[in-house]
């Protein structure tokens, strides 16, 4: 009979002794804090009977799109062209591949900082010819404040845990043996974050006013922080 082989890809838990009991607890902690950036998706597109008169108008629409957004300055942190496309609709009847129309299409991206500027813009946007805005997508920058506060809260939960299972038990700890993010040890499956919640969308043609900006009420962000922490204690009297 063989001997079971242990799994290589799982790390040794490291087990106390009478002279060092080991205690290992969980921290966690959860944040809602306000957005710090929202990015909008603006797809403009044209429409004609020839290659050259699609191609014509959407170089002049999409320069209008451009224009219009950086016009907000700062309030812009960044702006990205995406997708173009240019393409030719064919007949649905007779012969041979006769072309019956061009459609051409320009996505943007655009991510503000200036929450009140940005009701303004997706309205104007909006009520632009043959444009369409998605979005706003709510969201926090990767270096933000808010992420480490939730780390600094999950490793404070962690060290009262432990000092109240010690204290349970009549004694104190003595030393941190190891704190680790979730998964720290592995590699964790990839799992896309969910885009934020859609919040306006638009189609269509100028309007002879510019429209009242819309009221966009920023989406509470949800921060979220886990580690495991291991301590040893002084040995309890039992």
Known sequence: MTAATPDASQPAVPYGTP??????????????????IARIGITVAARGRDR?????????????ILDLVK??????????????????????????????????????????????????????LADLELTRVDGPWWALRPDSPAHREARKKAVHEAVQRAREYAEALGTSLSALVELADIGAESTPPAHPQAPGRMRSAAFAGAAEDTPAPLDLEPQRQRVHAQINARFTMVPPQL
Do not use: C, M, Q, W
């Open 71 to 124: 016009s907000y300055g700062d309030a812009v942190e960044r702006l990205e062209t995406g997708a173009f496309s240019i393409t030719p609709e064919l007949t649905k009847h007779g012969r041979g591949e006769r072309v019956r129309t061009y459609h051409g299409s320009v996505r943007v991206t655009a991510e503000l900082t200036d929450f009140t500027a940005l009701g303004e813009l997706t309205t104007r």
């Open 19 to 36: 002279e060092a009991p080991r205690i290992a607890v969980r921290g966690e902690a959860r944040l809602e804090v306000d957005p710090e």
């Open 52 to 64: 050259r008169s699609a191609l014509d108008d959407l170089t002049r629409r999409n320069a209008g």
